[in-house]
């Protein structure tokens, strides 16, 4: 996408073929992460961007405004994918799930900058953040959701273990997507994370927490690759993100890189990953999805 004419960069430079707004929003995102939202200036935004720091405000309002931009792009596509995975009636509960968390992880591991670390900033509290808030109350819904659907076609056909180890089926969703944010955590303490291997041993885990067997796990991973077709949408990926395959970050080279513990390998061309633009959340104390406790900085 071209920039708009009129509006040239801090080089000067009209015809430079760069888009402003993600520009800005990927530049506040690897800093917000690194140096803390707090101590980040809309001035230090637009250097790391490459812009003037008037333009910033052609676009966006406030510092809060491009923070509420990125939090929503975490979620709202991750929410959609599991509207779309609640309306497929005929697949099985596990597979939905499985896709749902093999979806999630792969995001969570590809991003280029660890935005869910966003989520713990005490600024978040904000009534100015309340879309957010209510979009992940959402989401957590449609994981608890699918988690008790689950357990219910276990118990149906038999396949829990005894009574004392089922797992409660108000903790079933807490503990789904603890699992599948504990990615965030692995990435913030610097390990390497192979994306494809550990979204697979994820949504693997997230069946077996819940008592899967072995065949129902490998059948919810077959199953998975029909509802990739059947529930993909072509939407760009959000702020601050790429997505999970084929499309190279959004880096400039006037940027300083990222530090190691904000940066994860591309997932391997294997399984086909279901095409859920964009999210990075993190488990966060009564954050509204039911995660663990962690404790996570700001910087």
Same mark, same amino acid.
């Given at each position: 996408?071209?920039?708009?004419?009129?509006?040239?960069?801090?080089?000067?430079?009209?015809?430079?073929?760069?888009?402003?707004?993600?520009?800005?929003?990927?530049?506040?995102?690897?800093?917000?992460?690194?140096?803390?939202?707090?101590?980040? $200036?809309?001035?230090?935004?637009?250097?790391?961007?490459?812009?003037?720091?008037?333009?910033?405000?052609?676009?966006?309002?406030?510092?809060?405004?491009?923070?509420?931009?990125?939090?929503? &792009?975490?979620?709202?596509?991750?929410?959609?994918?599991?509207?779309?995975?609640?309306? =497929?009636?005929?697949?099985?509960?596990? #597979?939905?799930?499985?896709?749902?968390?093999?979806?999630?992880?792969?995001?969570?591991?590809?991003?280029?900058?660890?935005?869910?670390?966003?989520?713990?900033?005490?600024?978040?509290?904000?009534?100015?953040?309340?879309?957010?808030?209510?979009?992940?109350?959402?989401?957590?819904?449609?994981?608890?959701?699918?988690?008790?659907?689950?357990?219910?076609?276990?118990?149906?056909?038999?396949?829990?273990?005894?009574?004392?180890?089922?797992?409660?089926?108000?903790? *079933?969703?807490?503990?789904?997507?603890?699992?599948?944010?504990?990615?965030?955590?692995?990435?913030?303490?610097?390990?390497?994370?192979?994306?494809?291997?550990?979204?697979? $041993?994820? *949504?693997?885990?997230?069946?077996?927490?819940?008592?899967?067997?072995?065949?129902?796990?490998? #059948?919810?991973?077959?199953?998975?690759?029909?509802?990739?077709?059947?529930?993909?949408?072509?939407?760009?990926?959000?702020?601050?993100?790429?997505?999970?395959?084929?499309?190279?970050? *959004?880096?400039?080279?006037?940027?300083?890189?990222?530090?190691?513990?904000?940066?994860?390998?591309?997932?391997?061309?294997?399984?086909?990953?279901?095409? =859920?633009?964009?999210?990075?959340?993190?488990? #966060?104390?009564?954050? &509204?999805?039911?995660?663990?406790?962690?404790?996570? =900085?700001?910087?």
């Amino acid at each position: 996408m071209g920039r708009r004419p009129g509006r040239p960069r801090a080089t000067g430079d009209p015809h430079e073929q760069r888009d402003t707004r993600q520009d800005v929003l990927d530049a506040a995102a690897a800093l917000f992460c690194t140096v803390g939202y707090a101590a980040t $200036s809309t001035r230090a935004v637009a250097d790391r961007a490459g812009v003037r720091q008037a333009s910033i405000y052609h676009h966006f309002t406030s510092k809060d405004a491009i923070l509420l931009d990125l939090l929503l &792009g975490s979620v709202r596509p991750s929410l959609e994918l599991a509207d779309r995975l609640a309306t =497929t009636d005929d697949a099985p509960a596990a #597979a939905r799930l499985w896709a749902l968390a093999h979806a999630d992880v792969l995001l969570l591991t590809t991003s280029p900058v660890n935005v869910g670390a966003l989520y713990l900033l005490p600024e978040v509290d904000g009534e100015q953040f309340a879309e957010f808030h209510a979009l992940r109350d959402r989401l957590r819904t449609r994981y608890d959701e699918l988690a008790a659907q689950v357990l219910a076609a276990l118990a149906a056909a038999g396949e829990t273990p005894a009574t004392d180890d089922v797992v409660a089926v108000e903790a *079933a969703g807490p503990l789904v997507l603890g699992l599948v944010e504990s990615v965030i955590l692995r990435r913030r303490a610097g390990e390497r994370l192979d994306a494809a291997a550990v979204a697979r $041993s994820v *949504a693997d885990g997230v069946l077996r927490l819940l008592g899967g067997d072995a065949p129902t796990v490998e #059948a919810a991973h077959s199953a998975s690759a029909d509802l990739a077709s059947a529930t993909t949408a072509a939407t760009p990926p959000p702020p601050g993100v790429q997505e999970p395959a084929e499309r190279a970050p *959004a880096t400039a080279s006037d940027r300083a890189p990222l530090s190691a513990s904000d940066r994860a390998p591309l997932p391997a061309s294997g399984h086909a990953p279901l095409a =859920t633009p964009g999210r990075a959340p993190v488990s #966060a104390p009564d954050d &509204g999805r039911g995660a663990p406790s962690v404790g996570v =900085t700001s910087a």
